[in-house]
Protein backbone atom coordinates (compact mmCIF):
# COMPACT_ATOMS: atom_id res chain seq x y z
CA UNK A 1 0.00 0.00 0.00
CA UNK A 2 1.55 3.27 -1.01
CA UNK A 3 1.45 5.65 1.83
CA UNK A 4 3.86 8.05 3.66
CA UNK A 5 5.09 7.59 6.80
CA UNK A 6 5.06 10.70 9.63
CA UNK A 7 7.24 10.57 13.11
CA UNK A 8 8.58 13.10 15.40
CA UNK A 9 5.75 14.38 17.17
CA UNK A 10 5.22 14.77 20.85
CA UNK A 11 4.17 17.01 23.61
CA UNK A 12 6.62 20.77 23.86
CA UNK A 13 5.64 23.84 26.05
CA UNK A 14 5.14 26.74 24.22
CA UNK A 15 7.78 28.34 22.29
CA UNK A 16 9.73 25.21 21.59
CA UNK A 17 10.54 23.33 19.04
CA UNK A 18 10.03 19.74 16.65
CA UNK A 19 10.77 18.65 13.60
CA UNK A 20 8.73 16.50 12.11
CA UNK A 21 9.82 13.70 9.54
CA UNK A 22 8.00 11.97 6.59
CA UNK A 23 9.22 8.82 4.64
CA UNK A 24 8.05 9.13 0.90
CA UNK A 25 6.50 5.61 -0.27
CA UNK A 26 8.70 5.93 -3.14
CA UNK A 27 11.45 8.09 -4.66
CA UNK A 28 10.52 11.66 -4.72
CA UNK A 29 10.79 12.42 -8.46
CA UNK A 30 10.70 16.07 -10.08
CA UNK A 31 7.00 15.77 -10.32
CA UNK A 32 6.14 15.09 -7.07
CA UNK A 33 5.00 17.61 -4.40
CA UNK A 34 5.16 16.96 -0.95
CA UNK A 35 3.30 18.63 1.71
CA UNK A 36 2.27 18.81 5.21
CA UNK A 37 -1.36 19.51 6.57
CA UNK A 38 -2.22 19.46 10.07
CA UNK A 39 -6.14 19.37 11.89
CA UNK A 40 -6.86 20.41 15.18
CA UNK A 41 -9.74 18.84 17.03
CA UNK A 42 -12.83 20.15 15.78
CA UNK A 43 -11.34 22.29 12.73
CA UNK A 44 -10.82 21.48 8.94
CA UNK A 45 -7.08 20.17 7.58
CA UNK A 46 -5.38 23.03 6.71
CA UNK A 47 -1.96 23.62 4.57
CA UNK A 48 1.32 23.72 6.75
CA UNK A 49 3.57 23.93 3.73
CA UNK A 50 4.19 22.23 0.30
CA UNK A 51 7.61 21.61 -1.57
CA UNK A 52 8.06 20.86 -4.98
CA UNK A 53 10.26 17.57 -5.73
CA UNK A 54 11.90 19.71 -8.27
CA UNK A 55 15.01 21.23 -7.08
CA UNK A 56 14.56 24.01 -9.43
CA UNK A 57 10.63 24.29 -8.52
CA UNK A 58 11.35 24.64 -5.07
CA UNK A 59 12.89 27.65 -5.02
CA UNK A 60 9.90 29.45 -5.73
CA UNK A 61 7.24 26.41 -5.65
CA UNK A 62 7.49 26.05 -1.78
CA UNK A 63 4.00 27.21 0.07
CA UNK A 64 3.49 28.12 3.32
CA UNK A 65 -0.06 27.97 5.32
CA UNK A 66 -0.68 32.33 6.57
CA UNK A 67 -0.13 31.04 10.50
CA UNK A 68 3.29 30.33 9.80
CA UNK A 69 4.85 33.53 9.69
CA UNK A 70 8.42 32.52 9.20
CA UNK A 71 8.31 30.01 12.19
CA UNK A 72 8.29 26.38 9.90
CA UNK A 73 11.01 25.49 7.53
CA UNK A 74 10.01 22.49 5.10
CA UNK A 75 13.13 20.30 3.64
CA UNK A 76 13.67 17.33 1.75
CA UNK A 77 16.48 14.90 1.16
CA UNK A 78 15.24 12.80 -2.17
CA UNK A 79 18.08 10.73 -1.32
CA UNK A 80 16.11 9.24 2.09
CA UNK A 81 12.53 9.76 0.10
CA UNK A 82 12.10 12.26 3.25
CA UNK A 83 10.81 15.20 3.85
CA UNK A 84 11.42 17.87 6.87
CA UNK A 85 9.26 20.08 9.05
CA UNK A 86 10.68 22.13 11.38
CA UNK A 87 8.82 24.08 13.60
CA UNK A 88 9.93 26.45 16.08
CA UNK A 89 8.06 29.00 18.87
CA UNK A 90 5.20 26.40 18.75
CA UNK A 91 1.89 27.89 20.15
CA UNK A 92 -0.82 26.15 22.08
CA UNK A 93 -3.14 26.48 18.47
CA UNK A 94 -0.58 24.93 16.48
CA UNK A 95 -1.76 21.31 19.00
CA UNK A 96 -3.11 18.97 16.06
CA UNK A 97 -2.49 16.02 13.99
CA UNK A 98 -0.20 16.85 11.25
CA UNK A 99 0.04 14.72 7.77
CA UNK A 100 2.05 14.16 5.62
CA UNK A 101 1.12 14.10 2.00
CA UNK A 102 2.22 12.84 -1.21
CA UNK A 103 1.07 14.03 -4.54
CA UNK A 104 1.83 12.00 -7.82
CA UNK A 105 -0.18 13.73 -10.92
CA UNK A 106 -3.93 13.40 -9.95
CA UNK A 107 -3.04 10.96 -7.10
CA UNK A 108 -2.55 11.64 -2.91
CA UNK A 109 -1.69 9.69 -0.69
CA UNK A 110 -2.10 10.39 3.35
CA UNK A 111 0.21 9.22 6.04
CA UNK A 112 -1.49 8.55 9.39
CA UNK A 113 -0.81 11.16 11.39
CA UNK A 114 1.60 12.35 13.94
CA UNK A 115 0.06 14.81 17.51
CA UNK A 116 1.20 17.47 18.24
CA UNK A 117 0.73 18.90 21.19
CA UNK A 118 1.47 22.11 22.93
CA UNK A 119 1.01 23.32 26.05
CA UNK A 120 1.13 27.09 27.51
Known amino acids: QEQPVESGGGSVQAGGSLRLSCVAS????????MGWYRQAPGKQRELVPT????????????KYGDFVNGRFTISKDKAKKTVYLEMSSLRPEDTGLYYC?????????WGQGTQVTVSS
Open 101 to 109: QERRGRYEY
Open 26 to 33: RSILSSTT
Open 51 to 62: IAGSTIAERTGT
